[in-house]
């Protein structure tokens, strides 16, 4: 049977919202056939997950031991999945209904595409949500296609979270980069660059909004420019090297 992972990295004192993801991860049907398996990574010194993820059935917890940070965190879980499609989310975050059905339908409509970007809502702390629209219309795009937006603008046209990708182009990348920031970004320019994708029309996933949200801390803001010099250096390097 054909295996989709979900990849979710955590840290200690997420416990709460770790659960909830998990919650939703459980609600999803996925077409017949298919098998889904929650592989969740735990990154620092002192582990304290384990007990929320042991009440999922189909979930596998493991932890760093060490400090590694969300990057390598992320590799580490990737090292560890099994299936043939991996989606990615954030231990924050929250997958809607047949989220996972859409992701998997796209790719059997467009069996030439490596990934596919889902829309999202933020969800606010009071629990109402915020539509916005993303910058690149729903459908097919081509390789390449993102690179003029990045070169301008330092990012993605696409929310880096809640992508579902084919795990071999993720590893041939090199995984998620070795960024102080945006190394989703950094990880998905190279992707896009090099295969087509497709991006879904649905709202099929929640973008939390939260005091403990790391993106929302202060010193994330740190190094921010330096990470988008190295997205831009990224992309030239691979246009340079015309691999595709």
């Known amino acids: 049977m054909p295996l989709l992972s979900v990849l ?25 056939g298919w098998e889904l398996e929650w592989v969740v990574q735990e990154d620092g010194v002192a582990p304290e997950l384990e007990r929320v993820v042991k009440q999922f059935p189909f979930a596998r917890h493991a932890a760093n031991l060490e400090q590694l940070g969300i990057a390598m965190t992320r590799n580490v879980a990737l090292s560890r999945i099994d299936g043939s499609l991996v989606h990615v989310l954030d231990s924050d975050d929250l997958l809607l209904p047949g989220a996972l059905s859409v992701a998997i339908a796209a790719f059997a409509s467009h069996p030439r595409v490596h990934w596919v970007a889902a829309q999202a809502d933020d969800l606010l702390s009071d ?61 998905m320019v190279a992707v896009a660059e090099l295969t087509p994708g497709y991006i879904t029309p649905e709202v099929t996933w929640l973008h939390r909004l939260h005091d403990t949200q790391t993106t929302g801390a202060g010193s994330w803001r740190s190094l921010g420019d330096e990470s988008v010099l190295m997205v831009r250096q990224r992309l030239a390097a691979l246009r340079a090297t015309a691999l595709f």
């Open 8 to 32: 979710t990295a955590a840290h200690a004192g997420r416990a709460e919202l770790l659960a909830e993801a998990g919650n939703s991860v459980a609600a999803q049907q996925l077409p017949p």
């Open 127 to 187: 629990g109402t949500r915020k539509s916005f629209a993303l910058e690149w219309p729903a459908g097919l795009v081509e390789p390449g296609a993102f690179g003029l937006y990045v070169e301008e603008r330092g990012e993605l046209p696409v929310h880096c979270a809640g992508l579902t990708l084919r795990p071999g182009i993720v590893r041939a990348v090199g995984g998620w980069a070795a960024n102080p920031r945006s190394e989703d970004t950094a990880m």
